[in-house]
């Protein structure tokens, strides 16, 4: 048996931070959030999926976040995602 793909990353995140992360995810990388399963949306979170690009971001009590584990994206255009990022007052690498 091997590895043959990469179904989906789980991201974690504060509890009630949803907002936020739909803002994130949905409103600026542009990835639509997905409905979760009723017997798994019950836990809070949200599912961002197109395609084959799944980002899920499930809610930890005790959230501390991570200082060097993260999602590498592929993205089109790099300098117009660079910019609506500064401009909603995320840092980004060239800061």
Same mark, same amino acid.
């Not at 798994?40 to 999926?49: N, V």
């Given at each position: 048996?091997?590895?043959?793909?990469?179904?989906?990353?789980?991201?974690?995140?504060?509890?009630?931070?949803?907002?936020?992360?739909?803002?994130?995810?949905?409103?600026?990388? /542009?990835?639509? +959030?997905?409905?979760? &399963?009723?017997?798994? %949306?019950?836990? #809070?979170?949200?599912?961002?999926?197109?395609? $084959? =690009?799944?980002?899920?971001? /499930?809610?930890? +009590?005790?959230?501390? &976040?991570?200082?060097? %584990?993260?999602? #590498?994206?592929?993205?089109?255009?790099?300098? $117009? =995602?660079?910019?609506?990022?500064?401009?909603?007052?995320?840092?980004?690498?060239?800061?």
């Amino acid at each position: 048996m091997r590895i043959v793909s990469l179904d989906h990353v789980q991201l974690a995140m504060p509890p009630g931070r949803e907002a936020d992360a739909r803002s994130f995810y949905e409103g600026i990388l /542009g990835i639509p +959030e997905r409905k979760k &399963p009723t017997h798994l %949306a019950k836990r #809070g979170g949200c599912w961002f999926e197109r395609g $084959t =690009l799944k980002v899920h971001v /499930g809610v930890e +009590e005790d959230f501390r &976040p991570a200082r060097k %584990a993260h999602p #590498g994206f592929v993205v089109e255009d790099l300098s $117009t =995602l660079t910019a609506a990022l500064i401009r909603a007052g995320y840092r980004t690498w060239s800061d």
